[in-house]
């Protein structure tokens, strides 16, 4: 009887731990938080950014700290982070604002991070703008009126593994099959805006490509930001609209197949692109709505509608409200105002979804949002610190 009694016991211990195991994995399983925010970090002069950010006190400093602060990422992409040498600017950003808290909020660290060279501001020689003189930012690979000007920055709450990065500053605009080069057209010849010899330095990011893998435990998953160049500012030879569809169609390619991506080398001289399977989060300003906006058409499409890529399409409230007060060009677009990610002017081009965190298919999601507080909410002040708003997803690794 004593022995009837120990085998039924253990096999109730037997089938409590079957039913238990699914809930116990959960809970051992992290909830990663990955955000992207343009927040506007970007200065008129190089050294201005780490002047401001080397002691408390910046109002817009203090006001991009707060959202982070708010939102709390675990890992984070900002854009318009003016690039300095050896993390100077992202080290005083971190002690002097983000590990302080701003207006009530809890201070947040990032034990790592990862920024580097960007294209912006570096002189290709050319007339790339054909206004008869070379020089400036517009003929530069990239525009900025300084190296480095509107650059990027990743942090980390988990390890990066840095000695596997790859970067994709110096890839060339003409080396991707099937570029949209931009055409003169004024001539017949197609795709000529830029001469041969300008083609054959021109690069294809206008600030650059990141492969930034992140340790989650014993996962990896790879953080791919990026800048894509806004698609204005030119003229009827789209050069700047055609790059930027170029530029986002390099992670489309990037994550597809080995056909698509065998044709992209890194900085490394590595080529090909992201080894089949590997989880990724593709994040960034990528200044391309899928609807609205002056953008190629279907250029962010591109990943919206990649069979490797899902789109959680975060939402939020205040940016319904936003269009609805704001009027004007937003009563003419074709897209949902929930969706918005960027209050620009309310004349053109209105309201946009541009900014984008999205996951590899495969990865369990668990939420996703835009940070844009109702003008009723006390965080409302906050939608000022830049014409971007932090987009954020969870995921369940």
Sequence with gaps: MTRVRGLLLSLLAAVLAVGLAPDLASAAVPKVRFATFNASLNRAAAGELLADLSKPGDPQASEAAEVIQRVRPDVLLINEFDYVPENAAADAFRANYLEVG????????????YTAPVNTGVATGFDLDRNGQVGGGNDSHGFGLFEGQYGMLVLSKYPIAFDEIRTFQNFLWQDMPGALLPDDPATPEPADWYSDEALDVLRLSSKSHWDVPIKIGKREVHFLVAHPTPPTFDGPEDRNGVRNHDEIRFWADYVGSRRQSRYIYDDAGERGGL??????????????????????????????????????????????????????ANTTHRGDPALDTADFNDTAPG???VDLVLPSRGLVQRGAGVFWPTPDSPLARLNDASDHHAVYLDLRL
């Excluded at 701003?102 to 991070?113: L, N, S």
């Excluded at 590997?278 to 069979?307: E, T, W």
């Design 102 to 113: 701003q207006q009530g909020a809890d201070p947040i660290e990032y034990p790592y991070a």
């Design 275 to 328: 080894k089949p399977g590997s989880r990724f989060v593709i994040a960034g300003d990528y200044n391309a709505d899928p609807l609205d906006g002056d953008s190629v058409d279907g250029a962010v499409n591109q990943l919206l509608g990649h069979p490797r890529i899902a789109d959680p399409e975060p939402t939020s409230e205040g940016a319904v409200i936003a269009a609805e007060q704001q009027g004007q």
């Design 351 to 353: 309201n946009l979804r």
